[in-house]
């Protein structure tokens, strides 16, 4: 069974700093790596996505993550985040063994806050 | 393109009863997942269906269980709530083979 783990609950951090949102995995199969993001009293929204190729993967705002097999990490870094970033995160995993049950796993989130 | 819809967006129920929630896919999308996301963690998979039937299960008891619907629709129904129930019952919709998912809003559950 695959597993997620996001280091960090909360970080805090000034508006234009960077950041660095820290996610590792643990799977005997190859997997799809995601972040994604949640505002207050909403659903989530997909931020990002590794499914194959590339290992760096960047969104339309600024974020970007990479996959790195040999650590089984999948970190999410801002170089100047704004006041709007303010969200939950969550990295998730599923299964890339080519049936057609692929449910996601979830880490427990990282609650990131940007402070002006 | 209509994304994921859930409804209702809100609700308050008592312990014991049943409830059904409902998710609309977004357009195209022939898979959908549930999941639960207990206040303060991340989101646990519940079930996903697939042409209608079954097709992977977390750890949820039976009392959970889901349709779907011949236009991707699907309901997630819950009986003899608990307290513990209380929760955002997710839906998420994407295509068959591919990995993402994509969520809904949401639907707020408060067991009393």
């Known amino acids: 069974a695959q597993s997620v783990t996001q280091l960090d609950s909360q970080v805090p951090v000034f508006e234009e700093a960077p950041v660095e949102l820290r996610c590792n995995y643990s799977?005997?199969?190859?997997?799809?790596l995601f972040w994604y993001v949640q505002y207050p009293n909403q659903g989530l929204q997909l931020l990002l996505k590794?499914?194959?190729?590339?290992?760096l993967v960047k969104s339309i705002n600024g974020f970007e993550a990479e996959f790195n097999k040999s650590q089984t990490s999948f970190h999410l870094r801002k170089p100047s985040v704004h006041i709007s970033d303010t969200a939950e995160y969550f990295c998730?995993?599923?299964?890339?063994?080519?049936?057609?049950?692929?449910?996601?796993?979830f880490g427990k989130g990282t609650l990131l806050t940007v402070n002006p | 393109e209509t994304g994921v819809t859930q409804s209702p967006t809100h609700l308050i129920k008592t312990r014991g009863q049943q409830v059904t929630l409902r998710c609309s896919s977004q357009?195209?999308?022939?898979?959908v997942s549930w999941y639960q996301q207990a206040l303060g963690q991340g989101p646990q998979f519940i079930f996903q269906?697939?042409?209608?039937?079954?097709?992977g299960r977390g750890n949820f008891p039976p009392r959970f269980s889901g349709l779907q619907f011949p236009n991707y629709s699907s309901e997630l129904n819950v009986n003899a709530l608990e307290l513990d129930d209380s929760a955002l019952y997710l839906c998420?919709?994407?295509?068959?083979?591919?990995?993402?998912?994509?969520f809904g809003p949401g639907t707020r559950l408060t067991v009393t």
């Open positions: 998420a919709s994407s295509l068959v083979g591919v990995g993402e998912q994509y």
């Open positions: 799977s005997s199969v190859s997997v799809y």
């Open positions: 590794y499914l194959s190729g590339s290992t």
């Open positions: 998730a995993v599923s299964l890339n063994s080519g049936g057609s049950n692929y449910k996601l796993t």
């Open positions: 357009s195209g999308h022939n898979t």
């Open positions: 269906y697939y042409r209608e039937e079954e097709n």
